[in-house]
């Protein structure tokens, strides 16, 4: 298995010793500042770091982007100082950590989806950077913060102001939409270096830009050649990826595993797009053949940098790892993000009410026929007037109430929040706490459209998502890319008018109307997209007495999180309600996260006491 990568970013200055000390006999990789003090430390393969060095400038450009040092060199040449910094990144293609060490300071950046995110903790004098939160714990020997891993209970993808807190002590997670600065003394602070734009470009010229910016998105995973890989479910976002990567010069792979239930319209799909890719070598693997979800999600596993919901699908990312190396692929593209930037929510309405008024009447039409939501519920949502923070504060306190029984999608600022049935109430006081303690902050939404802020919040949900699949399957040698989160891309989608992006008798119109002479026409008139709740009740039945057997000796259970007699009820009902699944993968992530980082160590690591060293391997 290879080793996971990582990396931290010192301040240029003495205040940085003690940091050097502690993570430096871990590191088999050093990049230095102009003063010859250790700038980046930590264990990276070939090609993922490209270093520049011009000046009074050092920047570095830490993931997947195709550009050489040369190239980076002559974008550095005219950077002064840190605030010039970001025009280097406007000339950049793909997905990437921005550091740099101009005059003695420093600036870190990840990416405004939150795929590449950054962290800071105080070690010894100074503010130490870096891409993942257990390098920093291991080197403070922080403690599990007990108050966010409740709130990992929840549902993925509500509030931005909780969910993006570090899970240990001492360790700080810098939003997605900021970056980091450090001072030479060891000092810092954090700056926004990304906002979301205003939704106002029409959809014909967005349509245009989007397609420019996926196409270069693509070719940041393709240019190197060799094999890459795609997954090809007849959906219109895996889709539109495969017949970009296929205009490259990399030779592809694509794999589709089959779904169980039989009305499941992606099998008709993904056999057209093979078919219209005669190219591409193509996997299709029927729904009995390898693992299903629950398959190897009890573990063991390896320690985990966070809680992630991935690990139910942990035996399948591990097959497909092998199978897609088996081919030669040496990157494997999915197209998560797509449903988060190509569709819009339902909220967008409460914004068009408002601001175009004549074309609301339409959209209410088709909404109310998709949803069969009553008129007057629907009006109620329309005048809501509620700030973020005041829906905030609401939901904390109701968040361990019963689900509701009429599920129609809200308009409000974001979706119900419920603890799982099996939570102990000491869990419910703690996440609410915390959530109040976030609403009492009056925090700012993600921007000023209702819809808008959600689709920034999902898309960030989404990073988080792809973070952690990628960790998975890096350390199963595959790395994995999703063209559609990347910055440009973000930027492009979000910028095209939410109605148009919603297209009310349309699937995706954007995306379409961007792939139109890339993607065959009669492939883009999809409407639809595939279910797989059949697959997941028939793993779930699989797996349910290895899952029992887990939660028999649960670690949330001793620390009072959770009732493992609930949950044991709720596993064996024959047919678990919608949210009890959803609640299901979350608690399995913060478990199996748990039993992850208690495991014993490999000889030679030096341990602290609530938390392990950095990943890597003394050089």
Same mark, same amino acid.
């Given at each position: 298995?290879?080793?996971?990568?990582?990396?931290?970013?010192?301040?240029?200055?003495?205040?940085?010793?003690?940091?050097?000390?502690?993570?430096?006999?871990?590191?088999? #990789?050093?990049?230095?500042?102009?003063?010859?003090?250790?700038?980046?430390?930590?264990?990276?393969?070939?090609?993922?770091?490209?270093?520049? #060095?011009?000046?009074?400038?050092?920047?570095?450009?830490?993931?997947?982007?195709?550009?050489?040092?040369?190239?980076?060199?002559?974008?550095?040449?005219?950077?002064?100082?840190?605030?010039?910094?970001?025009?280097?990144?406007?000339?950049?293609?793909?997905?990437?950590?921005?550091?740099?060490?101009?005059?003695?300071?420093?600036?870190?950046?990840?990416?405004?989806?939150?795929?590449?995110?950054?962290?800071?903790?105080?070690?010894?004098?100074?503010?130490?950077?870096?891409?993942?939160?257990?390098?920093?714990?291991?080197?403070?020997?922080?403690?599990?913060?007990?108050?966010?891993?409740?709130?990992?209970?929840?549902?993925?993808?509500?509030?931005?102001?909780?969910?993006?807190?570090?899970?240990?002590?001492?360790?700080?997670?810098?939003?997605?939409?900021?970056?980091?600065?450090?001072?030479?003394?060891?000092?810092?602070?954090?700056?926004?270096?990304?906002?979301?734009?205003?939704?106002?470009?029409?959809?014909?010229?967005?349509?245009?830009?989007?397609?420019?910016?996926?196409?270069?998105?693509?070719?940041?995973?393709?240019?190197?050649?060799?094999?890459?890989?795609?997954?090809?479910?007849?959906?219109?976002?895996?889709?539109?990826?495969?017949?970009?990567?296929?205009?490259?010069?990399?030779?592809?792979?694509?794999?589709?595993?089959?779904?169980?239930?039989?009305?499941?319209?992606?099998?008709?799909?993904?056999?057209?797009?093979?078919?219209?890719?005669?190219?591409?070598?193509?996997?299709?693997?029927?729904?009995?053949?390898?693992?299903?979800?629950?398959?190897?999600?009890?573990?063991?596993?390896?320690?985990?940098?966070?809680?992630?919901?991935?690990?139910?699908?942990?035996?399948?990312?591990?097959?497909?790892?092998?199978?897609?190396?088996?081919?030669?692929?040496?990157?494997?593209?999915?197209?998560?993000?797509?449903?988060?930037?190509?569709?819009?929510?339902?909220?967008?309405?409460?914004?068009?009410?408002?601001?175009?008024?004549?074309?609301?009447?339409?959209?209410?039409?088709?909404?109310?026929?998709?949803?069969?939501?009553?008129?007057?519920?629907?009006?109620?949502?329309?005048?809501?007037?509620?700030?973020?923070?005041?829906?905030?504060?609401?939901?904390?306190?109701?968040?361990?109430?019963?689900?509701?029984?009429?599920?129609?999608?809200?308009?409000?600022?974001?979706?119900?929040?419920?603890?799982?049935?099996?939570?102990?109430?000491?869990?419910?006081?703690?996440?609410?706490?915390?959530?109040?303690?976030?609403?009492?902050?009056?925090?700012?939404?993600?921007?000023?459209?209702?819809?808008?802020?959600?689709?920034?919040?999902?898309?960030?949900?989404?990073?988080?998502?792809?973070?952690?699949?990628?960790?998975?399957?890096?350390?199963?040698?595959?790395?994995?890319?999703?063209?559609?989160?990347?910055?440009?891309?973000?930027?492009?989608?979000?910028?095209?008018?939410?109605?148009?992006?919603?297209?009310?008798?349309?699937?995706?119109?954007?995306?379409?109307?961007?792939?139109?002479?890339?993607?065959?026409?009669?492939?883009?008139?999809?409407?639809?997209?595939?279910?797989?709740?059949?697959?997941?009740?028939?793993?779930?039945?699989?797996?349910?007495?290895?899952?029992?057997?887990?939660?028999?000796?649960?670690?949330?259970?001793?620390?009072?999180?959770?009732?493992?007699?609930?949950?044991?009820?709720?596993?064996?009902?024959?047919?678990?309600?919608?949210?009890?699944?959803?609640?299901?993968?979350?608690?399995?992530?913060?478990?199996?996260?748990?039993?992850?980082?208690?495991?014993?160590?490999?000889?030679?690591?030096?341990?602290?006491?609530?938390?392990?060293?950095?990943?890597?391997?003394?050089?």
């Amino acid at each position: 298995m290879p080793e996971e990568e990582w990396f931290a970013v010192l301040p240029d200055g003495p205040a940085a010793l003690t940091a050097v000390c502690a993570l430096r006999p871990l590191a088999d #990789r050093i990049v230095a500042h102009g003063s010859g003090r250790p700038w980046l430390l930590g264990h990276w393969p070939e090609g993922q770091v490209t270093v520049a #060095r011009t000046g009074r400038a050092r920047v570095a450009v830490i993931g997947r982007c195709p550009v050489t040092a040369v190239e980076l060199a002559a974008l550095v040449s005219h950077v002064e100082d840190l605030a010039q910094v970001e025009r280097v990144a406007e000339a950049l293609a793909g997905s990437f950590h921005l550091i740099a060490s101009v005059g003695g300071r420093v600036r870190v950046r990840g990416s405004a989806s939150g795929v590449r995110r950054v962290f800071s903790a105080l070690v010894g004098g100074a503010t130490v950077a870096s891409g993942r939160c257990d390098v920093l714990a291991g080197a403070i020997h922080a403690a599990v913060d007990e108050r966010v891993l409740v709130t990992r209970l929840l549902p993925a993808g509500a509030v931005h102001s909780v969910e993006g807190r570090s899970i240990w002590h001492g360790v700080m997670a810098v939003p997605p939409d900021h970056c980091l600065v450090l001072e030479p003394d060891g000092r810092a602070a954090v700056r926004r270096w990304w906002t979301a734009p205003e939704p106002v470009v029409p959809l014909a010229e967005g349509a245009v830009a989007l397609r420019q910016a996926l196409s270069a998105a693509v070719d940041s995973c393709t240019t190197a050649g060799g094999t890459v890989s795609a997954d090809l479910s007849g959906g219109l976002d895996s889709t539109s990826l495969c017949f970009l990567a296929e205009r490259g010069p990399a030779r592809l792979v694509t794999t589709y595993r089959q779904g169980a239930d039989p009305v499941n319209s992606d099998v008709a799909w993904a056999e057209r797009a093979r078919a219209a890719l005669p190219e591409a070598e193509h996997q299709c693997l029927p729904q009995d053949v390898g693992p299903l979800w629950f398959a190897g999600a009890v573990g063991p596993h390896p320690p985990l940098e966070e809680p992630g919901a991935w690990v139910r699908d942990a035996d399948r990312l591990a097959d497909l790892a092998r199978r897609m190396a088996a081919a030669g692929s040496r990157l494997h593209l999915a197209g998560h993000g797509g449903d988060e930037l190509f569709s819009v929510t339902p909220r967008y309405l409460h914004d068009l009410a408002r601001e175009h008024p004549l074309k609301a009447p339409a959209h209410f039409r088709t909404h109310r026929l998709r949803a069969r939501q009553p008129l007057r519920p629907l009006l109620r949502t329309l005048v809501d007037r509620t700030t973020y923070a005041q829906w905030l504060a609401l939901a904390a306190e109701e968040m361990d109430a019963a689900p509701a029984t009429v599920t129609v999608p809200g308009l409000s600022w974001g979706p119900q929040l419920r603890m799982p049935p099996w939570a102990t109430p000491e869990a419910v006081r703690s996440a609410r706490a915390l959530l109040r303690e976030a609403a009492a902050d009056t925090p700012e939404p993600l921007a000023p459209h209702r819809a808008q802020h959600d689709a920034v919040q999902y898309a960030r949900t989404a990073g988080v998502t792809v973070r952690r699949l990628g960790q998975a399957t890096a350390r199963a040698g595959l790395p994995l890319a999703a063209p559609c989160l990347d910055d440009p891309v973000l930027a492009a989608a979000l910028s095209v008018r939410l109605h148009e992006r919603a297209g009310p008798t349309a699937y995706k119109p954007l995306l379409t109307a961007a792939m139109r002479d890339v993607v065959p026409a009669a492939l883009l008139a999809r409407t639809s997209k595939g279910d797989y709740s059949t697959d997941f009740y028939i793993a779930l039945n699989r797996h349910r007495a290895e899952l029992l057997e887990l939660f028999d000796g649960s670690l949330l259970a001793g620390m009072g999180l959770i009732d493992t007699a609930v949950l044991r009820d709720a596993l064996l009902v024959p047919h678990p309600t919608p949210h009890i699944v959803t609640h299901l993968s979350q608690t399995l992530a913060c478990e199996t996260w748990l039993r992850s980082r208690s495991r014993p160590r490999p000889a030679g690591l030096v341990q602290g006491p609530a938390g392990p060293p950095p990943p890597g391997r003394a050089p």
